[in-house]
Nanobody
């Protein structure tokens, strides 16, 4: 299983950005797909998760509720994180992850940097 995250960059506070995570070796619709972030000096934290089809339930950490949206395109086998009203405290390296629903096996992407300037 391989994950390729992209879309990070530098954005001003209040702006929007979308991250993409292209997955190969497994189908995103059958897995728990999530985005995590890690700021310097901090532990990696869960940002958003979407459960396998058909439920596709989404959950978010309180910090991003109402600002971020996780989604997936099964045809492209890609997961997205649409981020709005960005704040400087959102600055971090963002990682996507696959979690197998039965084995619990985890697979991580390489991370993409988001920097939000004030």
């Amino acid at each position: 299983v391989q994950l390729q995250a992209s879309g990070g960059g530098l954005v001003q506070a209040g702006g929007s950005l979308s991250l993409s995570c292209a997955v190969s070796g497994t189908e995103v619709k059958f897995n728990h797909m999530s985005w995590h972030r890690q700021a310097p000096g901090n532990q990696r934290e869960l940002v958003a998760e979407i459960s396998p089809d058909p439920e596709a339930r989404t959950t978010y950490t309180d910090d991003v509720k109402g600002r971020f949206t996780i989604s997936r395109d099964n045809g492209k086998n890609t997961v997205y994180l649409l981020m709005g009203n960005l704040k400087p405290e959102d600055t971090a390296v963002y990682y996507c992850r696959v979690r197998r629903p039965w084995s619990g096996s985890l697979y991580w992407g390489q991370g993409t940097q988001l920097t939000v300037s004030s």
